[in-house]
């Protein structure tokens, strides 16, 4: 699974993800269907499939936090000499699948980076004290499906930048579980084919009403 080269936040990056979904999402997609949560994914995911241009909140969200992650990425290079690999999209092994992942960084050939970025010390000390929630093994595993790794690392990170303080916690640490991955793996194309089916109900409306006018 060779990865490609990105620039975030741009075009080109925008081109390749149309119509993909990301692994980055998966609890999008296992969530109730009748969930607001799967809905606005999928409808999303459909409208980009249409070729429309429309922005991700989650992905503006997520860019907000790109200083206070690449510094928690930074931290961990300097205290214990890792070498990681930022900016990089990774697809699904079948071209046909459009499965992609986003990950904060890699460290080739085995381990997979996201930072989770809490907003006060308290939600950081509860969610070293918690370790890695359903979410976030659903997160880890469906990462380390696309990415070809074998361990996923959940890095908890907090800065205050007024004091100058920051902390980090990269202890909690997922290991591939292929019957987990591919019980996701399933769930992430049944929701990718439920974007293709509302895309084709929205051709075949159109259609209709042409043939009306």
């Not at 696309?146 to 902390?167: F, L, P, Q």
């Not at 974007?195 to 043939?211: A, G, K, P, Q």
């Amino acid at each position: 699974m060779m990865p490609i080269p990105i620039r975030r936040q741009s075009d080109a990056l925008d081109r390749l993800l149309a119509g993909y979904v990301l692994a980055n999402r998966v609890n999008d997609m296992v969530a109730k269907p009748t969930s607001k949560r799967y809905r606005s994914y999928r409808d999303l995911i459909t409208r980009q499939y249409a070729g429309e241009e429309i922005l991700d909140p989650n992905d503006q969200y997520r860019e907000k936090l790109r200083g206070s992650v690449d510094r928690a990425l930074t931290r961990l290079e300097l205290r214990d000499g890792a070498r990681f690999q930022r900016n990089q999209l990774y697809r699904h092994r079948s071209p046909r699948v459009h499965i992609a992942a986003l990950p904060d960084a890699v460290e080739p050939p085995v381990c997979g980076y996201t930072v989770h970025v809490r907003k006060t010390l308290k939600s950081f000390r509860q969610a070293v004290q918690h370790g890695i929630t359903q979410p976030m093994e659903n997160h880890a595993q469906a990462m380390m499906l696309i990415t070809g790794m074998a361990h996923w690392v959940h890095v908890n990170s907090w800065e205050d930048e007024k004091e100058g303080r920051a902390k980090i916690n990269d202890q909690h640490v997922s290991d591939f579980n292929r019957r987990h991955a591919i019980e996701l793996e399933v769930q992430m194309m049944m929701f990718l084919l439920a974007t293709r089916r509302v895309y084709s109900s929205f051709l075949d409306l159109d259609n209709e009403i042409s043939t009306c006018g």
